[in-house]
């Protein structure tokens, strides 16, 4: 069982960045792509980023893309997520997960899933 933290999130301006990280315990973690999710207060969660077990391939929402970029370092069991030219609308709870075979959008192809890091953005 993998085992996901995140972190990095926090309240920032309108315009601004924060970089959220993925800490992941357990030795197959290398193994699976990773994703990020995020959930805004009374709306569904939504896909934002995924990235392949060895990070040659990535994929974005629409709504994200040109603004964040997904990593991931496998000898630091670690996936980022870069956010920059934030906007009020991305305010929401971030998550990672991991365990999928393939970087998807789909949440329910990912087995493991983290706790969440609050992100605010301030107009």
């Known amino acids: 069982q993998v085992q996901l933290v995140e972190s990095g999130g926090g309240l920032v301006q309108a315009g601004g960045s924060l970089r959220l990280s993925c800490a992941a315990s357990?030795?197959?973690?290398?193994?699976?792509?990773v994703g990020w999710f995020r959930q805004a207060p009374g709306k569904e969660r939504e896909f934002v980023a995924a990235?392949?077990?060895?990070?040659?391939?990535?994929g974005y929402a629409d709504s994200v893309k040109g603004r964040f970029t997904i990593s991931r370092d496998n000898a630091k069991n670690t996936v980022y997520l870069q956010m920059n030219s934030l906007k009020p609308e991305d305010t929401a709870v971030y998550y990672c997960?991991?365990?999928?075979?393939?970087?998807?959008?789909?949440?329910?192809?990912?087995?493991?899933w983290g706790q969440g890091t609050q992100v605010t953005v301030s107009s």
């Open positions: 990235i392949s077990w060895g990070g040659g391939s990535a």
């Open positions: 997960a991991s365990g999928s075979r393939r970087a998807t959008m789909r949440s329910y192809e990912y087995e493991n």
């Open positions: 357990g030795r197959t973690f290398s193994s699976y792509a």
